[in-house]
């Protein structure tokens, strides 16, 4: 079933034929379909019908019971280990995905595309619709959230909280592109579009209310993280008599150098947090 016919049945069918639902399932985990897509001037686009479908399912409701697999020798086998939607059980993965999934408790949904090269550190998880692309490490305690896309030889370090987008539909989810890395226990969340090779310091917070100060060409941002950009957490002081006579600051992430080419993430952020 090709992906424009995939797209028509979705849209039609009311509930979701089987036999439709597994090949959108099958779509998303090949990579052939996907939440966001970016075009020749490297805009990303957001394909609202993946995402409107994803939230087909969920709105299908229902509750399924699910068990470990016997041959992990977990769970009693005679009760149920977990409770979920039925659209979205745990996608099993096999050696020859070419994922190296740890053992101890990570997962992946069913809907998630897993690229050959992959590493899951435990526990991870990764959601329904998110686009995890090849020799990406994906860290312990680290999640990437429903419609996320991250791109090629990203680091995701232990902790890291990618946010899920799914509604609305024609929001963009958060974007990570190739190269990047993210320090430990940063969260990224509401579409936020971390570009190419940029390095966030651990513990960098940022959603689409928060201002990125660049240092290094005196400009703000909102909601983009731009090319090898070097990120730390800063702050600057709060407006008002109030917040300045008790010096209260607010969170501020601080662009304070752009990474070079040759130069490695650890690299630089050893170098810029001396």
């Known amino acids: 079933m090709d992906i424009e016919a995939i797209q028509q049945k979705l849209a039609a069918e009311a509930p979701v034929s089987e036999d439709v639902w597994e090949a959108f399932l099958a779509g998303l985990e090949s990579g052939e379909i996907s939440t966001v897509t970016r075009d020749e001037s490297g805009t990303w686009h957001t394909n609202v019908w993946v995402k409107s479908a994803i939230l087909k399912g969920f709105r299908a409701g229902g509750m399924k019971p699910f068990f470990w697999p016997p041959s992990l020798g977990l769970g009693t086998f005679e009760n149920p280990d977990f409770f979920d939607r039925p659209a979205f059980p745990p996608r099993a993965i096999t050696q020859e995905d070419g994922i190296r ?33 090849e020799g990406t490490m994906v860290d312990s305690h680290a999640l990437v959230g429903s419609c996320a896309w991250i791109g090629a030889n990203v680091h995701l370090s232990a902790g890291v909280q990618i946010g899920g987008v799914l509604e609305p539909p024609q929001a963009q989810p958060v974007i990570i592109e190739d190269g990047a890395f993210i ?90 947090l001396r």
């Open 183 to 272: 320090g430990g226990m940063c969260g990224i969340f509401e579409g936020i579009l971390v570009k190419k090779n940029a390095v966030l310091a651990s513990g960098v917070i940022i959603s689409r209310s928060t201002k990125i100060m660049d240092l290094v060409n005196e400009k703000e941002y909102y909601g983009v993280v731009p090319e090898n950009a070097v990120v730390v957490p800063g702050s600057r002081p709060a407006s008002g008599p109030y917040a300045q006579r008790l010096g209260i600051g607010i969170q501020t992430p601080c662009i304070i150098k752009y990474r070079d080419e040759g130069t490695s993430a650890a690299v630089v952020l050893e170098t810029a």
């Open 101 to 133: 999934m740890v053992p101890g408790g990570s997962s992946i949904r069913r809907g998630a595309y897993v690229a050959r090269g992959v590493v899951i550190m435990p526990p991870a998880y990764i959601n329904v619709g998110a686009h995890v692309c």
